[in-house]
């Protein structure tokens, strides 16, 4: 853990050397001190260098005050960041107490004022307490003056993103952090790029912080984050990271250690994959192959007595499969760098396919089951059903971690759809942009359930909204049997 006196978060990308910081959030509600101080605490003990706190109104602005001297009381000395999204009066209350404060574009402003009007104000409170602000663009909630200008596009983030920076740097601000995030790891990977490439350009440096918005859980939501954070820190950019899980946010933490420890080191990945343990063998096969392989023993012998399979000497013209051989690593040690580096290679080198070996520790299923989950990510080839959730905050009033689990139960066969489980319906609608079906909490503990962006039924109980999805898609034909 690092002491809210280093909030003085780094200045570096593309060389820098300052060490990258591990971010969660907390899941309870932020007027229930005692439960929040909790989670906090947890979250310093597993590792975690700082905590943001969803921020929505003045009373709960106020109370971080008291979150802050509960942790001071046992011990925890850790930034608090509070998470606001709509109200400028809000950042300006909690920047008083706070490490550091968050605030999306896409939400910050109205029709009515212009963003200089209501950003001015909070960067004086800044000043004054030496807090840090956040500009956190997400995907999901671009403004309507940018979607006209720049399509929901990767250009979109960044200009949202870059109209804020030029003003803070006009009035002298910089005690800031960027973050350009969005659940499609292609769109992230490019903004953060174009990010780097617009602050070279305009020659100025700020600290960049990296997650994948509404990634899920279990492995679909740590293939999703490995592969854009993982992605973004093998080229020497991040400096700070959150692995959002909808899992208990401790859960996050060994994660995030994971991708820092293999990929944190700030190399640029541009000379090859920075693992002296890993060897890529590449094979040439001249026919198409499957675009995913596996380490099986079976396929691997039917490949190598076919024929008219591999045809290493003259392998420029077949098909060019990228073998990755990991010594003995665990399953959860595999999904992380076998995730990175197959990342990496499918949109670098742009083989034909991936291949994992990992010294018969884990399993052939394993394996196949993990090279599937990447190339979906990717989405180069799919094979199951989406999930797209958000790790909930203090906003969710349901238990996602249950109902995305009922929806997995009923729905994971359906190749090719993406469905979203989302905790609220301040954000959730926004955020889950592209699903084909969502599923979002509202205020009393209900879901809504939308088709695409369009509302469909709102308020359903919670026991009932399985039913109620199923109804949908097979009224709208995309249902599939077992
Ligand atoms: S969608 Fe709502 S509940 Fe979920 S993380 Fe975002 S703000 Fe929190």
């Given at each position: 853990?690092?002491?809210?006196?280093?909030?003085?978060?780094?200045?570096?990308?593309l060389?820098?050397?300052?060490?990258?910081?591990i971010?969660?959030?907390?899941?309870?509600?932020?007027?229930?001190?005692?439960?929040t101080?909790?989670?906090?605490?947890?979250?310093?003990?597993?590792?975690?260098?700082?905590?943001?706190i969803?921020?929505?109104?003045?009373?709960?602005?106020?109370?971080?005050?008291?979150?802050?001297?509960?942790?001071?009381?046992?011990?925890?000395?850790?930034?608090?960041?509070?998470?606001?999204?709509?109200?400028?009066?809000?950042?300006?209350?909690?920047?008083?107490?706070?490490?550091?404060?968050?605030?999306?574009?896409?939400?910050?402003?109205?029709?009515?004022?212009?963003?200089?009007?209501?950003?001015?104000?909070?960067?004086?409170?800044?000043?004054?307490?030496?807090?840090?602000?956040?500009?956190?663009?997400?995907?999901?909630s671009?403004?309507?003056?940018?979607?006209?200008?720049?399509?929901?596009?990767?250009?979109?983030?960044v200009?949202?993103?870059?109209?804020?920076?030029?003003?803070?740097?006009?009035?002298?601000?910089?005690?800031?952090?960027?973050?350009?995030?969005?659940?499609?790891?292609?769109?992230?990977?490019?903004?953060?790029?174009?990010?780097?490439?617009?602050?070279?350009?305009?020659?100025?440096?700020?600290?960049?912080?990296?997650?994948?918005?509404?990634?899920?859980?279990?492995?679909?939501?740590?293939?999703?984050?490995?592969?854009?954070?993982?992605?973004?820190?093998?080229?020497?950019?991040?400096?700070?990271?959150?692995?959002?899980?909808?899992?208990?946010?401790?859960a996050?933490?060994?994660?995030?250690?994971?991708?820092?420890?293999?990929?944190?080191?700030?190399?640029?990945?541009?000379?090859?994959?920075?693992?002296?343990?890993?060897r890529?063998?590449?094979?040439?096969?001249?026919?198409?192959?499957?675009?995913?392989?596996?380490?099986?023993k079976?396929?691997?012998?039917?490949?190598?007595?076919?024929?008219?399979?591999?045809?290493?000497?003259s392998?420029?013209?077949?098909y060019?499969?990228?073998k990755?051989?990991?010594?003995?690593?665990?399953?959860?040690?595999?999904?992380?760098?076998?995730?990175?580096?197959?990342?990496?290679?499918?949109?670098?080198n742009?083989?034909?396919?991936?291949?994992?070996?990992?010294?018969?520790?884990?399993?052939h299923?394993?394996?196949?089951?993990?090279?599937?989950?990447?190339?979906?990510?990717?989405?180069?080839?799919?094979?199951?059903?989406?999930?797209i959730?958000?790790?909930?905050?203090?906003?969710?009033?349901?238990?996602?971690?249950?109902?995305?689990?009922?929806?997995?139960?009923?729905?994971?066969?359906?190749?090719?759809?993406?469905?979203?489980?989302?905790?609220c319906?301040?954000?959730?609608?926004?955020?889950?942009?592209?699903?084909?079906?969502?599923?979002?909490?509202?205020?009393?503990?209900?879901?809504?359930?939308?088709?695409?962006?369009?509302?469909i039924?709102?308020?359903?109980?919670?026991?009932?909204?399985?039913?109620?999805?199923?109804?949908?898609?097979?009224?709208?034909?995309?249902?599939?049997?077992?």
């Open positions: 853990m690092y002491s809210s006196s280093e909030i003085n978060i780094g200045n570096t990308f060389g820098g050397n300052s060490p990258i910081r971010q969660s959030m907390t899941t309870t509600k932020t007027m229930d001190t005692v439960a101080v909790n989670q906090v605490a947890r979250l310093a003990k597993a590792g975690c260098d700082f905590v943001r969803t921020t929505q109104n003045i009373n709960e602005a106020n109370n971080l005050k008291d979150i802050k001297e509960g942790l001071c009381k046992i011990g925890i000395d850790i930034p608090l960041i509070a998470d606001v999204h709509f109200n400028p009066k809000i950042a300006e209350v909690a920047a008083q107490f706070v490490d550091k404060v968050r605030i999306n574009p896409g939400n910050y402003i109205d029709s009515q004022s212009s963003i200089s009007e209501k950003l001015i104000p909070l960067l004086s409170v800044c000043k004054k307490h030496n807090t840090a602000i956040r500009i956190g663009v997400n995907h999901g671009l403004s309507e003056t940018i979607l006209y200008k720049f399509g929901n596009s990767a250009l979109g983030m200009e949202s993103l870059m109209e804020f920076v030029r003003i803070c740097k006009n009035h002298n601000f910089n005690k800031l952090i960027l973050s350009v995030k969005a659940s499609n790891v292609v769109m992230i990977i490019d903004a953060n790029k174009l990010l780097v490439k617009k602050l070279i350009g305009e020659g100025l440096n700020y600290p960049i912080h990296l997650g994948v918005t509404e990634a899920g859980s279990e492995d679909e939501g740590r293939v999703k984050s490995a592969a854009g954070i993982g992605y973004l820190l093998a080229h020497g950019i991040g400096d700070t990271i959150r692995v959002s899980l909808s899992e208990d946010p401790v996050e933490i060994p994660v995030a250690k994971m991708l820092i420890d293999f990929y944190g080191k700030r190399w640029n990945i541009a000379n090859g994959i920075p693992h002296e343990s890993i890529i063998a590449t094979k040439y096969f001249s026919r198409k192959p499957p675009l995913v392989l596996t380490s099986g079976s396929e691997l012998a039917d490949y190598s007595n076919h024929n008219e399979s591999i045809n290493v000497d392998g420029k013209k077949g060019e499969i990228c990755l051989v990991y010594p003995n690593l665990s399953i959860e040690e595999l999904i992380i760098r076998a995730t990175v580096d197959a990342t990496i290679l499918m949109l670098q742009k083989p034909d396919g991936i291949w994992f070996e990992n010294n018969d520790i884990t399993t299923d394993q394996n196949a089951k993990l090279s599937l989950e990447i190339l979906q990510v990717l989405g180069l080839r799919i094979s199951k059903t989406e999930f959730a958000c790790p909930t905050c203090g906003r969710s009033s349901i238990v996602l971690v249950n109902l995305l689990q009922e929806v997995k139960k009923h729905t994971s066969h359906i190749r090719g759809l993406k469905i979203a489980v989302m905790g319906s301040v954000n959730g609608p926004g955020e889950m942009a592209d699903a084909d079906y969502g599923m979002v909490g509202t205020g009393n503990g209900n879901v809504d359930l939308y088709k695409g962006r369009k509302l039924q709102k308020n359903i109980k919670q026991e009932q909204s399985i039913d109620a999805l199923i109804n949908l898609i097979k009224i709208s034909g995309d249902w599939k049997n077992r």
